[in-house]
């Protein structure tokens, strides 16, 4: 396998395991059955071995939920990891507020898991409802008690805007009430109809609608509150007290290098980027096979890695610097986006400090149309 680059190297570790699937996702998720996760965990113990990572510098466990998996297994799953990986110095787990429980986390502590991340969602029963999660704000309080308990390194929670039949009183008190607990850092992120899921359904048969210009002074409301909070946007949806901000995020943002684990985790190594399948029996089959299954190869050019870095450094506050990227990946700077660049000043999307460009607060609102402006210059 080729070696990673130098600018940072992560490790994703997918646990797909849900006790139940909500309205808005589109992560791969299977139920939990016994037989099913014993098979799971041998096979990312061969999985580690067929490709081992070397040192990583930061960890995340995503899902389906990390957090469902019995104290004994994250036991387990930890020591596997970092057999193959040494320990992390951020070491990230994503957990349900019905998941949590003490003998859990006294097992991520006792493996060296630094940050929890805990998806909240919301805390009002009715919006809770309308997303389709199970938990309820009892649970999220209850849960965050544990967690405050534990005494992790940094503690992250999730939110979500933008959801059908919540209005700016709601989403104003999901702030106030999430400021309350003094998290260490805080995502907030506008919903997304994804394909293949139940609240997409719900879109294409009209029974809920966007609102775009609610969304947009949702997004407003939510960086003013947050900052005169003290917590500082780094990225277009994360914000963090000082210290906090996610390194694990920040490497692929950065173009650094990730290898994935498990069925749909994504990696990013060397001058390659793949896909696992999203299917656990397909994916342990070709562990077991000593040939694990590679979905979506692609080996990437010196010019694909710098127009990735372009399009999500730009949805960082600290933004780009154009002509050291190219430097850094040994690739020419397309003609079109200087141009861009001074279109977007122009329009007051961007703004240009010495050599680094960074998106305005309206640019922010809207980043991903500005990424695809950029993608259109490597075309």
């Known amino acids: ?29 299977e139920q939990p059955k016994r037989s099913e996760i014993d098979r799971y965990l041998v096979a990312i113990e061969r999985e580690m071995e067929l490709h081992p990572p070397g040192r990583v510098e930061t960890a995340f466990w995503g899902g389906g939920t990390p957090g469902l998996l019995p104290a004994e297994d994250l036991l387990r799953l930890g020591k596997a990891m ?15 507020p019905s998941s949590v429980r003490a003998d859990k986390l006294a097992a991520l502590k006792e493996i060296g898991v630094t940050r929890v991340s805990m998806g909240v969602q919301s805390f009002d029963d009715a919006t809770l409802d309308a997303l389709g999660r199970r938990h309820s704000p009892k649970q999220i309080m209850e849960a965050w008690e544990l967690i405050e308990a534990a005494g992790f390194k940094s ?111 994504s990696s990013q190594w060397g001058d390659r980027r793949w896909t696992n399948p999203a299917n656990l029996d397909q994916w342990i089959k070709g562990i077991e096979a000593g040939t694990p299954v590679l979905e979506q190869v692609k080996d990437l050019s010196k010019v694909d890695r710098l127009c990735d870095a372009l399009v999500f450094g730009l949805r960082l506050n600290s933004g780009v610097q154009p002509a050291e990227l190219a430097k850094r990946f040994g690739a020419v700077l397309p003609m079109g986006v200087p141009r861009l660049f001074t279109n977007l000043i122009a329009e007051g999307l961007m703004e ?21 402006a950029v993608l259109e210059q490597f075309d």
Request: proline share 5%; with cysteine; net charge negative.
């Open 82 to 96: 970092t057999a193959a990986a040494g320990q992390p110095g951020e070491w990230t787990v994503e957990l349900a």
């Open 352 to 372: 240009k400090s010495g050599p680094d460009f960074r998106l305005t607060g309206e640019g922010r609102m809207r980043a991903d149309a500005v990424g695809v």
């Open 1 to 29: 396998m080729a070696s990673p680059a130098q600018s940072g190297t992560a490790l994703y570790l997918h646990v797909p395991f849900c006790a139940s699937s909500c309205d808005f996702c589109s992560f791969y998720q």
């Open 155 to 265: 503690r992250n929670l999730d939110l979500i805007f933008g959801i059908p039949g919540q209005d700016e009183i709601r989403w104003s008190e999901d702030l106030r009430r999430v400021v309350e607990l003094e998290p260490d850092h805080l995502s907030t992120y506008c919903l997304t109809f994804e394909e293949d899921t139940a609240m997409f359904v719900k879109l294409s048969q009209g029974k809920v609608k966007i609102d775009r210009e609610l969304e947009a002074r949702l997004y407003r409301g939510t960086w003013e509150t947050l900052e005169a909070h003290g917590y500082a946007q780094y990225e277009t949806s994360n914000f963090s007290r000082p210290g906090h901000a996610c390194r694990h995020n920040l490497i692929t943002w950065e173009m650094g290098s990730w290898i994935g684990y498990g069925p749909s985790a």
